[in-house]
């Protein structure tokens, strides 16, 4: 059983109670988190407040330092954290799973150090000089979600330390453990109070709604539902927090008509099913041209029957299960919904426990709840179009844009059609590939701001300019 507690201030805490936290494989409880409330939360915060006096003061090369040491403790136990994440998230340990996802973690976290925000010289003559300069701003509360729980806190520590901020982090009550014993881990190596972490079931106390509204919090990056990351915009608003808000997509994917329906299909395949189809970037939809719909089906649900779902700790598995009721539930009834207006071309009705298989449904159209919901599961629309015009203004017939991709074999159609989708990312003849050297965040409602690269570290800062 694992019982990792809160830190705060550089001490365990663990609360007046707990909650059970399962394996979505199994459904056995493998591990107790603390039930933390209002008093947690205000001395988490206040321990990180009192932390950024001394941390904030750090030369910036110090502040490279202590993230590079936060990479080689990511890397030093990145085996202990992709177990921890594969038994509360599901995902399996090989493949694109929690091994991946460590790996991706220490890779990501060396990066983040590395980036720098020098002082920039606007002006300087005769009349006078002009610096702008960045100034971390205090306490950043960072809330995840339950997809990829040890990845999305890196994104979200990581760039608040290196600029300068102390953090207060709050995992989703799916997946606390890996988290929790993450910030454990980051006492032996960053002072106390520097980053801090809370928990709760979301029932008796909702602490991520508490550190929107919390006075001493000055930013709040959120990676979560359109639903939430509102909630989280308006209770920001009275203290004019800073946002960087990574919410839901419904990312097209476009196959052209000159497109290769067997090169693509592993893409296509694992563009869509990456992590179960539960990433916020993940192809959810999949137009096809009418000319080659029947073969990119064939050979996408050829390869799609080769990959092993299975129990996340059995080394062959390479799909999971979902990681929970609420969007097991949700996934049941868009695909039962689907079925009755398009044609399964594999998988179609629900697993034992929360084991969906891979489903892939044909003739929809937009309109119907699995084209335009965001699935986040195990299942891809497909939609068959004769127009590419018509393809492109379907994908565009989105309230999210997050992510989309083009497939073909003629680079300069592709690029073309690319740039005409309403998206932060769009790649060609892959989809999702994020990586760090590139800002990554959605238009529309997908979210507010980006992260990565230096123009997601300034998001982490003011500006303040001095007139010398
Ligand atoms: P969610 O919005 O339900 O929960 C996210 C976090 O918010 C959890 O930690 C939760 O405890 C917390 N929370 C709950 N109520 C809150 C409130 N009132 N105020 C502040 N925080 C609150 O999302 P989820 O179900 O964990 O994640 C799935 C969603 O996240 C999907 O829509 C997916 O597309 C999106 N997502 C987006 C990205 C991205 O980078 N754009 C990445 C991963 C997931």
Request: net charge negative; aromatic share 6%; charged share 20%.
């Amino acid at each position: 059983m694992h019982q990792p507690a809160m830190t705060i201030g550089g001490s365990a805490v663990r609360g007046a109670s707990h909650f059970e936290v399962r394996n979505p494989s199994t459904g056995e409880v493998i591990g107790l988190a603390p039930n933390g409330g209002q008093a947690e939360l205000d001395a988490a915060v206040a321990a990180a407040h009192r932390a950024f006096q001394g941390w904030s003061r750090q030369s910036d090369e110090e502040l490279a330092q202590a993230c590079r040491a936060v990479a080689e403790k990511i890397q030093a136990h990145a085996e202990e954290l992709a177990l921890l994440t594969t038994l509360e998230q599901g995902k399996p340990l090989n493949g694109l799973g929690s091994r991946w996802e460590l790996g991706a973690a220490a890779a990501w976290a060396s990066h983040t150090a590395s980036l720098q925000l020098p002082v920039q010289v606007l002006q300087d003559d005769a009349a006078g000089r002009v610096e702008l300069h960045r100034k971390p701003l205090g306490v950043v509360g960072s809330i995840t979600p339950w997809n990829f729980p040890a990845l999305i806190a890196v994104w979200h520590v990581l760039p608040a330390l290196r600029s300068g901020n102390t953090v207060v982090i709050k995992p989703s009550p799916y997946t606390p453990l890996a988290t929790l014993r993450w910030v454990e881990l980051l006492g032996e190596v960053l002072p106390p109070g520097v980053v801090n972490s809370v928990s709760c079931d979301d029932r008796s106390s909702n602490l991520g709604a508490a550190m929107s509204a919390h006075p001493l919090i000055r930013k709040i990056v959120f990676t979560g539902s359109c639903a939430t990351g509102q909630r989280v915009m308006q209770s920001a608003a009275a203290t004019m927090k800073r946002l960087t808000l990574e919410l839901g997509g419904n990312d097209a994917g476009i196959v052209l008509p000159d497109a290769d329906p067997k090169a693509i299909a592993e893409g296509l395949f694992w563009g869509a099913f990456i992590n179960n189809g539960q990433t916020c970037a993940a192809m959810k939809r999949l137009y096809v041209h009418e000319r080659i719909h029947d073969d990119v089906c064939e050979h996408l649900v050829a390869y799609a029957r080769r990959v092993p779902m299975g129990d996340g700790l059995d080394e062959r598995s390479q799909l999971g299960p979902v990681q929970n009721r609420m969007q097991f539930d949700k996934v049941a009834r868009l695909v039962a919904d689907a079925r009755k207006k398009g044609s399964v071309l594999l998988g179609g009705e629900p697993g034992a426990g929360l084991f969906f298989p891979a489903t892939i449904i044909a003739g929809l159209n937009n309109g119907d709840a699995l084209v335009d919901e965001e699935q986040f599961g195990p299942a891809l629309p497909v939609i068959r179009y004769s127009d590419v015009e018509d393809a492109i203004a379907a994908a565009n017939d989105s309230p999210n844009g997050l992510g989309g991709s083009v497939w073909s074999s003629d680079p300069v159609q592709a690029r073309r059609v690319a740039m005409r989708m309403e998206c932060g990312s769009v790649w060609i003849n892959k989809h999702g590939m994020i990586q760090p050297n590139a800002p990554f965040g959605g238009t529309k409602a997908s979210g507010l701001g980006v992260e990565f690269t230096e123009d997601g570290l300034r998001e982490y800062t003011d500006a303040q300019v001095l007139f010398a």
